[in-house]
């Protein structure tokens, strides 16, 4: 009887479980192999949240030698825009996170386990619910929504949990003859899971962070199959996760609610379970209390926010992994140029609770990341933001680069490397002064230290002309800012200064300072010997001029 009835509401579905198991094996893979998929919604807007599921799929089957899949969850046509995919995959990319299988464009995909979009999988899905008609453990429901609304005002009043269950469960009753002459008359319908739970029954489940939490099992007859043919979140992910064969579900806290629900879909579906890891849910700081970040409220939420912002993808993916395992910044600390392969992410570390995201620790590490960057990358990279971002910085980069390069290059190496930079944006702050166009633009403000009269300053950068010579090496170079200063009554060694203080009218530091400022208006540059070699004499001269 309900094999008619299965026959009836699929009459074009002709195969079955088994040829679905037979087309998508058991992947052969190492043993330990870990088959991870990110599986989102076409959105057109990848989450940081979503990016911090992405990287951990992506880790953990790096370190096990498994696969990582792209699954396009597109069963909810009201949520999607028409370049959907193309964002994410765009979106992923920048970030260094690629697919093994899956969707590679809005047309096409890789891999033997698709189709790997849910709206082209409508068959398969069908074909499991199908079977659990034939197997009584589904049926169709022909409620409409204000039946559904009544339902629920009444679960209201009587204060009992709202859902479709139990007594609640109307088609549920229905006789398969009755369903058949709905089915027959063009009755509208669902296709809803007949749960065989019960309330006083509880299940045990382990979470890979979370451990172990025990549930009521679940009584509610959910639905599978909506009225448009296509299934819900929860059904195609029991199907597509068997039949993909995902060995670690990773997914945000937010499904955890939905697990005993499907662990049943597994047990009736006679899947095995894959493992769960359910992510952390990132929260930000407001007003000295904690609170989900919001799509709405919060710029950071949108993982693009960091490229358009200039931070480079490796410093967003290293504060993703200190957020994600606590261990990862002594590592890091410890092997800054090291590839993030070497550093294995141990499932269990992850911390369960509401992941902070620090805007200001962010700034940090980013700092420190670009600290290992060499200068061509440093300059590459910010020019291809700047083209976006700042175009009069991206010209000024383009015509002066080997300039800008040797720029970028002064302290980059060595034990005191330069942490100035924490995002692209902070170029233009780094290197516009130094470039002609810029400073003489408008009057430049100085920022004089300890000497501030004018007639010195004159004085002091008139005889530093005088014996000044782009071939001098360092030392060389400083001795001779050594004797400007001695001869102005300023020691030669700081300490001296300060063994004396009544004998001198300050150190070699002050003259130095007024010659950094000559040249630059400020009073923090990068070493200002390399400044000189690279701006050279004549430049020199004429930025000595304007000081005026
Ligand atoms: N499409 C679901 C979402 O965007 C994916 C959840 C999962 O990874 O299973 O929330």
Redesign the pocket.
């Given at each position: 009887m309900s094999k008619e009835l299965a026959d009836l509401i699929f009459p074009n579905i002709t195969k079955t479980p088994e040829d679905y198991e037979k087309m998508y094996p058991k992947r052969d893979l190492l043993e330990g192999a870990m088959v991870t998929r990110f599986?989102?919604?076409p959105t057109g807007f990848i989450h940081i949240g979503s990016l911090f599921g992405a990287n951990l799929d992506r880790r953990l089957a790096d370190q096990t030698n498994g696969v990582c899949y792209l699954r396009i969850?597109d069963t909810d046509g009201k949520r999607e825009i028409d370049d959907g995919i193309n964002v994410i995959i765009n979106g992923l990319k920048v970030f260094g996170i690629e697919f093994d299988e899956g969707a590679i464009n809005e047309t096409e995909e890789k891999g033997n386990y698709g189709p790997y979009i849910q709206s082209k999988r409508k068959d398969i899905y069908q074909c499991y619910a199908k079977s659990l008609i034939e197997r009584g453990l589904a049926y169709p429901c022909f409620c409409s929504q204000e039946e559904l609304d009544a339902i629920r005002e009444r679960q209201e009043k009587m204060k009992v949990v709202p859902g479709y269950y139990g007594e609640f469960a109307v088609c549920r009753k229905l006789s398969e003859q009755q369903m058949m002459e709905r089915v027959k008359n063009g009755e509208p319908y669902v296709i809803r899971l007949k749960s065989p739970g019960s309330m006083s029954r509880k299940i045990k489940f382990k979470d890979m962070i979370r451990g172990n939490i025990e549930f009521p099992e679940n009584v509610q007859d959910i639905v599978l199959i909506k009225s448009d043919g296509l299934p819900t979140?929860h059904f195609a992910?029991a199907v597509d996760d068997h039949l993909m064969r995902t060995t670690h579900?990773i997914?945000?806290e937010e499904?955890v609610s939905s697990i005993p629900l499907h662990v049943q879909l597994f047990q009736v579906l006679g899947f095995e379970m894959p493992q769960y890891i359910h992510t952390p849910t990132i929260m930000k700081e407001d007003e000295g209390s904690k609170r989900k970040i919001s799509k709405r409220k919060d710029p950071e939420a949108a993982a693009s926010y960091y490229k358009d912002n200039g931070i480079p993808k490796e410093a967003v993916i290293d504060y993703l992994m200190n957020i994600l395992n606590s261990n990862f910044e002594n590592w890091r600390k410890q092997n800054p140029h090291a590839p993030l392969s070497e550093f294995k992410v141990d499932p269990h570390k992850i911390s369960s609770s509401g992941a902070l995201l620090d805007l200001v620790k962010l700034s940090d590490v980013s700092k420190n990341t670009i600290a290992t960057f060499t200068a061509e990358k440093i300059y590459n990279e910010g020019l291809e933001w700047a083209k976006e971002f700042d175009t009069e910085l991206a010209e000024l980069m383009e015509k002066h680069k080997d300039f800008t390069i040797n720029i970028l290059n002064i302290e980059r190496t060595g034990t005191k490397v330069r942490k100035d930079i924490a995002k692209w944006s902070d170029l233009r702050e780094n290197l516009a002064y130094l470039y002609d166009e810029v400073f003489y633009e408008k009057p430049v403000e100085y920022e004089w230290q300890s000497i501030t009269d004018k007639e010195t300053i004159h004085q002091i950068l008139e005889e530093y002309l005088k014996v000044y010579d782009e071939n001098d090496d360092k030392d060389t170079w400083f001795n001779k800012m050594k004797d400007v200063a001695e001869k102005f009554g300023y020691a030669r060694e700081v300490k001296e200064y300060k063994a004396n203080p009544e004998s001198y009218k300050g150190h070699v530091g002050d003259i130095s300072t007024v010659i950094r400022v000559a040249l630059t208006g400020r009073r923090n540059t990068p070493d200002l010997y390399e400044i000189l070699k690279n701006l050279g004499k004549e430049r020199i001269e004429k930025r000595f001029v304007v000081v005026g």
């Open positions: 599986a989102p919604s969850e979140y992910h579900v997914r945000g499904w």
